[in-house]
């Protein structure tokens, strides 16, 4: 047969759409073409596929017309991945091996000029969306790949580590009906077990600083974004990194779309499964390195994020363009990145937490050292904050600078295993409430569920119009009190719970004016 059909798929999101790689052999002057809207690394795999099938000792159809289809034609193709269906097609189509026994499996791999199989990114995205489908096909994967596809539930992932450990599953039936021996290289990949409980910096190790460790407390419990306001050295780098730890564990699915997002970007290892994320991009990193692009579209920071931490530090710092991107998937928790050619869609449910100095030289308001800037380049520095980028961060809280005695001899703080169940605990009471975290709560949805006494309503009512607060913030500040209240096992949401909330949006305009 001088046709052959073998499935792979792309990597557009989290979608991988079906790529069908169609191969035809056929008389005329010999020439291999690769069609199908193949980026520059998809079309150098004519030379890796047939330097590949000649090492390994199988027949390259030199005389013949070779040309390769990948479909659909305006799907954007890129990376090494359709190495190894290329090859099988051909074979296929030159009769080496049975190209009616492909039917059913999906192929994904680079192959060396030697045909030993390298790993690609987006397995694990690959395996999730055939999960998400509901079809039932197998996949062949090299190593480390196959490692992370066999991590989705009931799928059959076999792992290849050479072009002819696949070649071999497929050849053509003996005569006496037997199949062709398996490859030593060739096994299924068994169904991961549940990864051990993963291991975070521990809360404990931040001496003092009881009022940022209750903020992080409230942001882990109600899925809230905190700002970290302080001079150097105080903490707030330290605390942003012990705050996955605060956070429930990830379920299944969760632990599976954070992955397949980090799969897609080839960040993703074995050894990080169901532990959250913290990402820490640097403040020089721009906006589309924050929220994703490049053709075709790939995830950026936010998204990487997903499911865990996305900690900006030096805030003010970072390029105001890639500040104001952030604003539309903190409320909506998706991101959608929209290129002439092709769209793609993330998931962003980040929680962000950011910290920086109260002003340019960093000493506004210590003991230690006296500040020298000047109040016009205090406020410039402030002002490089948007006001709708504030209003969308949940809390904001000051870290001041510990007295040197106080942190050589204060113990140890709580522990993150205790502030974790706390924060579980609260958030799980908020599930049962409304099903889904506080800071999620939008609209009616507020009235219905964050159970506001009256006085608590005239006191957040007088508090609004003093501070200048616009809707959003109101807003925001309800939603923190509904976190304490729940920190604290109360139904209702009372004038204590309100004021602590109230306190949380204050920081950078009381470092301000000290």
Known sequence: MSLSLVQSRALIGLTAPTVTVEVHLANGLPSFTLVGLAEVEVKEARERVRSALLNSGLEFPHSQRITVNLAPADLPKDSGRFDLPIALGILAASGQIDSARLAGWEFAGELSLSGELRPVRGALAMSVALHRAGVQAQLALPPGSAEEAALVPGMAVFRARHLLDVVAQFLPVLRNGEPAAEAPGWSRVPQAERAAAPAYLDLADVKGQAAARRALEIAAAGGHSLLMVGPPGTGKSMLAQRFAGLLPPMDVEQALESAAIASLAGTFSLDCWQSRPTRSPHHTASAVALVGGGSPPRPGEISLAHEGV?????????????????????????????????????????????????????????????????????????????????????????????????????????????????????????????????????????????????????????????????????????????????????????????AEAVQYRRALKAAGQS
Not at 321 to 345: C, F, K, V
Not at 400 to 405: I, Q, R
Not at 461 to 466: E, M
């Open 310 to 498: 996305l900690f900006l530090d030096e805030l003010p710092e970072f390029p105001r363009a890639a500040l104001e991107a952030l604003r539309e998937p903190l409320e909506s928790g998706r991101i959608t990145i929209s290129r002439a050619a092709q769209r793609a869609e993330y998931p962003a449910h980040f929680q962000l937490i950011a910290a920086m100095n109260p002003c340019p030289c960093g000493y506004l308001g210590a003991r230690v050292r006296a500040c020298r800037c000047t109040p016009d380049q205090i406020a410039r520095y402030q002002g490089k904050l948007s006001g709708p980028l504030l209003d969308r961060i949940d809390l904001h809280v000051e870290v001041a600078a510990l007295p040197s005695d106080e942190l050589l001899t204060a113990p140890p703080g709580e522990p993150t295993a205790a502030v974790r169940a706390r924060c579980t605990a609260a958030r799980e009471r908020a599930l049962a409430r409304q099903g889904y975290p506080n800071q999620a709560l939008q609209g009616q949805a507020i009235d219905r569920h964050v159970g506001l006494e009256d006085t608590a309503a005239q006191f957040l009512h007088t508090a609004a119009a003093r501070l200048g607060w616009s809707a959003r913030a109101t807003h925001r500040a309800l939603k923190v009190a509904r976190t304490i209240a729940d920190l604290a096992g109360s139904d209702g949401v009372g004038v204590a719970q309100v």
